[in-house]
């Protein structure tokens, strides 16, 4: 693989990241000012965990993006 199509690659589990982050959310909100609040501390947790995935994506894709030589 080249490194354009690694940066590409790269875009696409970030979308999906992002997306996933968005419906933890979605869930986490509904259950917030509820009798199951508990819910909400873990889903916290695991947004900040996907947040720190796609951060590390950007940079990852920021480094191959540095790779790849201007012509191409």
């Given at each position: 693989?080249?490194?354009?199509?690694?940066?590409?690659?790269?875009?696409?589990?970030?979308?999906?990241?992002?997306?996933?982050?968005?419906?933890?959310?979605?869930?986490?909100?509904?259950?917030?000012?509820?009798?199951?609040?508990?819910?909400?501390?873990?889903?916290?947790?695991a947004e900040r965990?996907?947040?720190?995935?796609?951060?590390?994506?950007?940079?990852?894709?920021?480094?191959?993006?540095?790779?790849?030589?201007?012509?191409?």
């Amino acid at each position: 693989m080249s490194a354009q199509s690694d940066v590409a690659e790269l875009s696409s589990l970030r979308a999906q990241i992002e997306d996933l982050t968005r419906r933890v959310v979605l869930i986490s909100d509904a259950y917030r000012n509820t009798d199951h609040s508990a819910v909400t501390g873990e889903l916290d947790q695991a947004e900040r965990s996907l947040t720190n995935a796609r951060r590390a994506l950007e940079r990852a894709s920021t480094t191959l993006t540095e790779l790849i030589p201007e012509h191409e």
